[in-house]
């Protein structure tokens, strides 16, 4: 077992054969998927990892050698992370900065914690907008709320993409409504 330690905090995206994003694994599991020949680095990180015999590149991207079926998951966590990735960090109101999660139909309501229902909001929209919906406001919504779709997702339910893994994810600025 190599002795790795590498930067706290970082990962690496690890991706099928195929190309297909997996997941995100700690830089240390992927460096031993490298020295494994389990996966082959397509995309350097920053700095060198050193063990006793080698010396390689922090993993950034790693591709599996050989393909491997994974269960589709067709339900995408409703996480805090993954509302602002799907609404590109942007305010579903304003388009300022999203700072807070906004219940489209409020909760207090009877309005559902739900993909379809939930947008990121600056916090003075969230504020503004209290109780009331969108209709009685006259505000309008920029893109409607529905769930995320797509490989990508299996990672960026997780964390914020680091940007050198932006050639293997699909992601763009959600379309206008
Ligand atoms: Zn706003």
């Given at each position: 077992?190599?002795?790795?330690r590498?930067?706290?905090g970082?990962?690496?995206?690890v991706?099928?054969?195929?190309?297909?994003?997996l997941?995100?694994v700690?830089?240390?599991r992927?460096a031993i998927?490298?020295?494994?020949?389990?996966?082959?680095c397509v995309c350097?990180?920053?700095?060198?990892?050193?063990?006793?015999?080698?010396?390689?590149?922090?993993?950034s991207?790693?591709?599996?050698?050989?393909?491997?079926?994974v269960?589709?998951?067709?339900h995408?966590g409703?996480?805090?992370?993954?509302?602002?990735?799907?609404?590109?960090?942007?305010?579903?109101?304003?388009?300022?900065?999203a700072?807070?999660?906004?219940?489209?139909f409020?909760?207090?309501?009877?309005?559902r914690?739900a993909?379809e229902?939930?947008?990121a909001?600056c916090?003075?929209?969230?504020?503004?907008?209290?109780?009331?919906?969108?209709?009685?406001?006259?505000?309008?919504?920029h893109?409607v709320p529905?769930?995320?779709k797509?490989?990508?997702?299996?990672?960026?339910g997780?964390?914020t993409p680091?940007?050198?893994?932006?050639?293997?994810?699909?992601?763009?600025?959600?379309e206008?409504a």
């Amino acid at each position: 077992m190599p002795d790795i330690r590498p930067m706290a905090g970082s990962g690496a995206l690890v991706l099928n054969a195929s190309y297909e994003p997996l997941c995100v694994v700690s830089v240390r599991r992927a460096a031993i998927l490298v020295l494994s020949a389990k996966a082959v680095c397509v995309c350097d990180g920053e700095g060198m990892l050193h063990s006793a015999r080698n010396a390689l590149p922090v993993p950034s991207v790693v591709r599996l050698t050989r393909f491997v079926r994974v269960p589709y998951r067709t339900h995408v966590g409703l996480s805090r992370r993954a509302i602002f990735a799907r609404d590109g960090w942007r305010c579903a109101y304003c388009r300022g900065p999203a700072e807070t999660i906004d219940h489209v139909f409020p909760r207090s309501r009877g309005g559902r914690h739900a993909w379809e229902n939930v947008v990121a909001a600056c916090a003075r929209c969230n504020h503004t907008k209290g109780d009331r919906t969108p209709a009685e406001l006259g505000w309008r919504l920029h893109t409607v709320p529905a769930a995320p779709k797509g490989a990508a997702w299996r990672v960026l339910g997780h964390r914020t993409p680091d940007p050198r893994w932006t050639d293997w994810l699909d992601l763009r600025e959600p379309e206008a409504a």
